[in-house]
Nanobody, 122 residues
Framework: QVQLVESGGGLVQTGGSLRLSCAAS????????MGWFRQAPGKERAFVAR????????YYADSVKGRFTISRDNAKNTVYLQMNSLKPEDTAVYYC???????????????WGQGTQVTVSS
């Protein structure tokens, strides 16, 4: 089992940056692929980025490629999402999730955090 707690969300102006953190507990974190998803009001949950258990493979949604960076520190049981050049359309609740497989599909993730709100003002 993996328990996940996100932090680092907030209000930022267009062009600003935020770094989200996801602290994990549980013995299987270091063997889990991790992903970030987001859900804007009235929209479905959408894939943002995912990273392999070793941290050597990362994949991004086209909408965030070149602006967001996912990373992890297995010694600290934490995964990060560095978000730069933020846009109003990045406004959403951001969730981290853990999976036994490397995937961009939400239904393949077994464990989810409670989410953290990111609001980008124009």
């Amino acid at each position: 089992q993996v328990q996940l707690v996100e932090s680092g969300g907030g209000l930022v102006q267009t062009g600003g940056s935020l770094r989200l953190s996801c602290a994990a507990s549980g013995r299987t974190f270091s063997r889990s692929a991790m992903g970030w998803f987001r859900q804007a009001p009235g929209k479905e949950r959408a894939f943002v980025a995912r990273i392999s258990w070793s941290g050597t493979s990362a994949y991004y949604a086209d909408s965030v490629k070149g602006r967001f960076t996912i990373s992890r520190d297995n010694a600290k049981n934490t995964v990060y999402l560095q978000m730069n050049s933020l846009k109003p359309e990045d406004t959403a609740v951001y969730y981290c999730a853990a999976s036994g497989s490397l995937s961009r599909w939400a239904d393949e993730y077994d464990y989810w955090g409670q989410g953290t709100q990111v609001t980008v003002s124009s």
